[in-house]
């Protein structure tokens, strides 16, 4: 495709369910980011990884969150016993295996937990 | 540890009044420092970056060391400038990428 592409744009969901969020990165982008957008937050780092090599998971804020990359390319972020403070937009973006810095992000999935 | 520091969550400035968003970064190595914008209803995406010592759409932003400082700057604000930017900064050999928690700029006919 020609951008990032993040599936549900939107999620409604209740307190205590399971949610799965999708990734599908630019082809070719070896480097795929996730991200959690709050209010007065910013970007909080969530996961990273990068081609072969082990994800780096040190922005995961607790073990009810967990992401796996498939054959390099498309990604999921799961929620597991959602917490209404997980409620928040989650960006995912991809880059090129070079260090330019440059991060290409999708429109993100916007998580509501009642 | 990366840390990125962004002070004003809201400035607000006329049109045509210069801009000044601040940064202050942490971080023990070389840094790699990045401004992203985020203009409504639109993706995150690149606005400049200090390597490249480029000026994007008027912006510049000039990387200092002793200050630990990357503030991003215009002379003249226009009114289709109003965004959310993000300071981002990564160390060497471009490891994961540490965001600010963002300033709004809403500039005012």
């Known amino acids: 495709g020609a951008g990032v592409s993040q599936s549900p744009s939107n999620k409604v969901t209740e307190k205590g369910k399971d949610v799965e969020l999708r990734c599908d990165p630019i082809?070719?982008?070896?480097?795929l980011y996730w991200y959690r957008q709050s209010l007065g937050q910013g970007l909080e780092f969530l996961i990273y990884?990068?081609?072969?090599?082990?994800?780096?998971k040190s922005g995961l804020p607790s073990d009810r969150f967990s992401a796996e990359r498939t054959g390099g390319s498309v990604s999921t972020l799961t929620i597991q016993r959602t917490q209404q403070e997980d409620s928040a937009v989650y960006l995912c973006?991809?880059?090129?295996?070079?260090?330019?810095?440059?991060?290409?992000f999708g429109e993100g999935s916007r998580l509501t937990v009642l | 540890a990366q840390r990125v520091t962004q002070p004003e969550k809201l400035l607000s400035v006329f049109k045509g009044a210069p801009v000044e968003l601040k940064c202050n970064y942490s971080?023990?190595?070389?840094?790699?420092l990045f401004w992203y914008v985020q203009y409504s209803r639109q993706r995150l995406q690149l606005l400049l970056r200090?390597?490249s010592r480029e000026s994007i759409k008027g912006f510049t932003a000039d990387l200092n060391k002793g200050e630990t400082s990357f503030h991003l700057k215009k002379p003249f604000a226009q009114e289709e400038d109003s965004a959310m930017y993000y300071c981002?900064?990564?160390?060497?050999?471009?490891?994961?990428?540490?965001f600010g928690t963002g300033t709004r700029l809403l500039v005012s006919p």
């Open positions: 082809s070719g982008h070896t480097a």
């Open positions: 973006a991809s880059s090129l295996m070079v260090n330019t810095g440059e991060l290409f």
């Open positions: 990884f990068q081609g072969n090599s082990a994800p780096d």
């Open positions: 200090h390597i």
């Open positions: 981002a900064l990564s160390g060497t050999g471009f490891q994961k990428l540490v």
């Open positions: 971080y023990s190595g070389s840094p790699e």
